[in-house]
């Protein structure tokens, strides 16, 4: 493949002039990567186009949404299905029964569900139900886990965040900021520590079960069932933020991998077949507390919109009704895939480290095992910025950060890991030469 940039390159250099960075989500700049961003114009399956005509296989799948692949007939259908009725109708639809049902079935801790629009709308609003619920200020994050951007959530945030090197976010006020406890992810001493020093103060501990947002990071053993003791322990609120686990690493989550019952959960992309949505869901006796039953005010004009809730139907169904096989399938595969660069690397004589669980994993390039953002942190992103531009050269399309996950779906084929595993081969190759990384 001969890649070509030119209209890409126009479309970047217009769309500057009108949005910030010339992009709506900061990562999709290439600023820690280096090289021409594409401007994706179409996808089927497991392979995009960008504007230039050139092919890749995509493993970002719209950052996990699409573990279907990309315009899956089924989902199509359902999308337009709805759209003849109308995108919106800023009231009740039977669809938002039909989802929520489908959710609660899936996952045994929720009880109840309220849609929102954004996997940020979920957290915060999961958030607020817990300082509602225990009457108390302080919330526990995790270094390098990233929650969405609001405002209490990015201390120590995860995602485009840490590729960006921005500690915090301007416009985050100290005053708010100090009742975010950032503590390091799999260091239970740490939490024991924190809940020692504000003891019946603690509203919640939000968590990524299974992190993706500095890369993918597993629990150590034991680790999730100790938080959800603690947390019991001591009144609080136990949030799992399943935006990027929910129906991806089984079809109930990390929650069911790892059979643990938070008191709220936190869902969005793969619920909404690619299109926007949120949700947060939990115990019945939290969930009152939400209005119009209970004080805690949360709203949303396209909150449970007939679109994304169509979509989200159809994959949903599709994957319950055939889940044995498919998640059997993407875990051969997902094993093939990872394993086939990382041993690429290593014959290339290249420290690269692979995270996997299901079809969600990361090569970190590193010597050392990663399992917290301190050691995350130490990756050579010079190096992993090279690979990522000549695997983008050679047709293949990987999150352009070190700290984000990938994603396989059910359309990807032999031949695309064979593709990719070669791409693989011949990018560790020039990252080899002394001149390519500094």
């Not at 129906?247 to 959960?265: C, N, S, W």
């Not at 039953?293 to 139907?313: E, F, K, R, V």
């Amino acid at each position: 493949m001969v890649r070509t940039t030119d209209l890409s390159r126009k479309l970047q250099r217009r769309a500057e002039r009108v949005i910030p960075g010339g992009v709506d989500s900061p990562v999709r700049a290439f600023r820690s990567v280096g090289g021409e961003p594409p401007f994706v114009v179409r996808a089927k399956g497991s392979h995009l186009w960008d504007a230039d005509g050139n092919e890749y296989i995509d493993y970002i799948g719209s950052w996990g949404p699409m573990i279907l692949g990309h315009a899956h007939p089924e989902v199509v259908k359902a999308i337009q299905n709805a759209a003849v009725n109308s995108a919106s109708f800023g009231a009740s639809t039977p669809s938002e029964i039909e989802l929520a049902e489908l959710v609660i079935e899936a996952v045994p801790s929720i009880e109840k569900v309220r849609f929102v629009s954004s996997g940020t709308e979920a957290t915060m609003s999961a958030i607020r139900l817990a300082r509602a619920y225990t009457n108390r200020k302080y919330i526990i994050k995790f270094e390098g886990c990233y929650h969405g951007h609001a405002d209490s959530l990015l201390v120590k945030a995860g995602s485009g965040v840490a590729t960006l090197g921005i500690p915090g976010s301007a416009g985050v006020i100290e005053e708010l900021a100090q009742f975010t406890l950032a503590l390091p992810f799999n260091d239970l001493e740490a939490i024991g520590k924190a809940f020692a020093r504000y003891p019946n103060q603690i509203a919640c501990v939000i968590v990524e079960p299974v992190v993706g947002n500095m890369g993918c990071v597993l629990p150590g053993a034991g680790y999730l069932q100790a938080l959800r003791q603690i947390t019991q322990r001591d009144g609080t609120i136990f949030i799992c933020d399943e935006v990027m686990t929910g129906f991806r690493v089984a079809y109930g989550g990390a929650q069911q991998i790892y059979e643990i019952a938070p008191d709220l959960t936190c869902l969005g992309k793969i619920i909404g077949g690619g299109l926007p949505v949120g949700a947060y869901g939990g115990k019945a006796d939290i969930m009152n507390m939400v209005a119009p039953l209970g004080p805690m005010y949360q709203a949303g004009t396209l909150s449970g919109n007939p679109l994304a809730m169509a979509a989200g139907i159809a994959t949903l169904k599709k994957l319950k009704a055939d889940g044995t096989r498919i998640y059997a399938e993407l875990e051969r595969k997902s094993a093939l895939l990872a394993n086939g660069v990382a041993a690429a690397a290593k014959d290339a004589g290249l420290p690269v480290n692979v995270n996997r669980l299901g079809s969600m994993f990361t090569w970190f390039f590193t010597d050392q095992p990663v399992h917290d953002w301190e050691t995350a942190a130490k990756c050579d992103t010079a190096a992993f910025g090279a690979f990522h531009r000549a695997m983008l050269d050679a047709g293949v399309f990987l999150p352009p950060s070190q700290f984000e996950a990938a994603f396989l779906s059910t359309a990807h084929t032999e031949e695309d890991l064979d593709s990719t595993i070669a791409a693989a081969n011949n990018a560790f190759k020039t990252i080899k030469q002394p001149s390519t990384v500094g």
